[in-house]
């Protein structure tokens, strides 16, 4: 089964659910260049649907979480409100997959913000770091296991990150001795701890430092 025969049920159903809107190609629109700006984008309701993420996280089972306009509006405005003082320089690194909720949350912030996206391949601690330093980056996500990595790096002072404003961490809690082992060793840099579902597309809570390190 190839990839076209996989997608084409997704287009059918896009289509049926949609009606018969005229659409085009991304590949189209770049091909048109500044015509591009009069072609007509359908009209869309904030409630309607507007992305289908599959999950297991919940119920053991894959199941489609159906995402409205709103829902991708939501979390990236309130990154963006919360993140207000990175807003002109906001240069995003991101050592994580975007396949999942964690791709339109940071993407759409990203895209609003005018930002710069640094796609790390894979996650390698010291490598990491180096390109943090190499793109000015000032904004990053990782996983909890990924932040224990780093920790264990003996050379770590090689990299002061002094670009570096935030380190988010989602997927799952981190420990107290990593927070405060990374909070010493980083002590400009805030660090937030993040609780989200794909159902909640994803942001519920973003805890600051001040609060992550007591609680």
Not at 37 to 60: E, H, K, M, N
Not at 153 to 167: E, I, N, V
Request: include cysteine.
């Amino acid at each position: 089964v190839n990839s076209r025969q996989l997608a084409q049920p997704l287009l059918d159903a896009a289509r049926e659910a949609c009606g018969d809107t005229e659409t085009a190609p991304f590949t189209t629109l770049l091909a048109m260049g500044d015509a591009a700006a009069t072609y007509r984008v359908p009209d869309c309701a904030p409630q309607d649907l507007a992305l289908i993420l599959y999950t297991s996280g919940t119920v053991g089972g894959s199941k489609g979480v159906m995402l409205s306009y709103d829902n991708l509006v939501y979390s990236p405005n309130a990154m963006l409100e919360r993140f207000a003082d990175v807003r002109d320089e906001f240069i995003l690194g991101l050592p994580v997959p975007i396949s999942h909720i964690i791709g339109p949350l940071y993407l759409l912030a990203l895209i609003q913000a005018g930002g710069t996206l640094v796609i790390m391949e894979r996650f390698a601690p010291r490598r990491f770091l180096e390109d943090l330093e190499r793109h000015n980056v000032t904004i990053t996500a990782l996983v909890p296991p990924m932040i224990q990595a780093l920790m264990q790096l003996r050379d770590w002072q090689q990299f002061p990150l002094h670009s570096l404003r935030y380190m988010l961490s989602f997927g799952a809690m981190a420990s107290q001795e990593v927070l405060k082992s990374f909070i010493a060793r980083y002590p400009d840099v805030e660090f937030s701890t993040g609780y989200g579902l794909t159902e909640t597309a994803p942001l519920l809570t973003l805890v600051p430092k001040r609060c992550g390190t007591t609680r």
